[in-house]
């Protein structure tokens, strides 16, 4: 198969290699997928970088999400998995050989079925940002009700995180950072929207939740926003964070959290409980068979253009999901 490797960390230019590989087989309780789509995101970017897995992968195919069909199975797989259409989880975590490639072997219950009203590049968009989104606002029980607050709302997570709560009966509050992007999200049917470069969060919240506080908030900059967090929150709620990659090493005022008994949930969506996994999977394909999920794509690239792709993602250069086509 054609696959692109790196064998060392650094600068996609400088280590990421497009060659031949061989085919991979599936072992007991895998599936292999011919990759229609691979997708390319932060984390994916991150662990090159830094080369995090290369202490126990000498090579490793970059990339966690994609969508394709399960073309073989292996043992203990049901085999009418064969041809079915299927979104990819996870599938570069712990693991040697992502989505970067013509075929990708995974655990079975990491191919999940993609509905037959979505489209493969839709089905590549999903993984990270969607899982994410999901474990964020379920970790610690049901929303229906609630107040949340998701920040960087215009986000690969912030978008699904909006969708995935207003469909479980939450009001919503998001912000973003331009005039654009709040448009963006009343759009999506976002309650309340605020530009955090232009307006009083804290006065706008209170306000809304009468002086109390949002019962949770979903937030991509910790370490930005762990001062006025507390002040945001209401007692006995939860911060969920996700990301903190501008202040990767935080102070926070712990007299606050803790006299409001509020509670810190930084998380990685690859150490989740298998159940959580499962529920997040469930939920989201729930939505998408029922067309409540919509996706922003920033840019596709052909194959041979892999290494363009991630530096877009380093670059930030556009929203939305940067998806590779690998089927030709």
Known sequence: ?????????????????LGDMPDPEPGPGEVRVRIVFSAVNPTDCKRRELGRELDKFKRIIPNNDGAGTIDAVGEGVNKNRIGQRVWLFGAQANRPFGT???YCVLPDIYACPLPDNQSFVNGACLGVPAVTAHRALYADGEINGQTILISGGSGRVGR???QLAKAGGATV??????????????????????NYRNDDLLKE????TRGIGVDRMVDVAF???????????????????YSSDGVPKPEFPFLEFMYKNIGIRPFSIYGMPESAKKNAFQ?????LATGQLSHIIGRKYPFSDMISAH??????????????????
């Open 223 to 241: 370490g930005t926003n762990v001062t006025i967090a507390p002040r945001l929150i209401k007692p006995n709620g939860w911060l969920s964070a």
């Open 100 to 102: 970067a490639a013509e």
């Open 283 to 287: 939920g989201i394909n729930n939505l």
């Open 205 to 208: 919240v209170l306000e809304i």
């Open 160 to 162: 699904y995180a909006i």
């Open 1 to 17: 198969m054609k696959a692109y490797w790196y064998e060392n960390a650094g600068p996609p230019s400088s280590v990421l290699s």
């Open 173 to 194: 509050i998001g912000t973003a950072s331009s005039e654009q992007k709040c448009n963006d999200l009343r759009e999506l049917g976002t309650d309340h929207v605020f």
């Open 311 to 328: 530096q877009t993602v380093e670059k930030s250069e556009h929203p939305g999901v940067c998806v590779v086509s690998v089927v030709t």
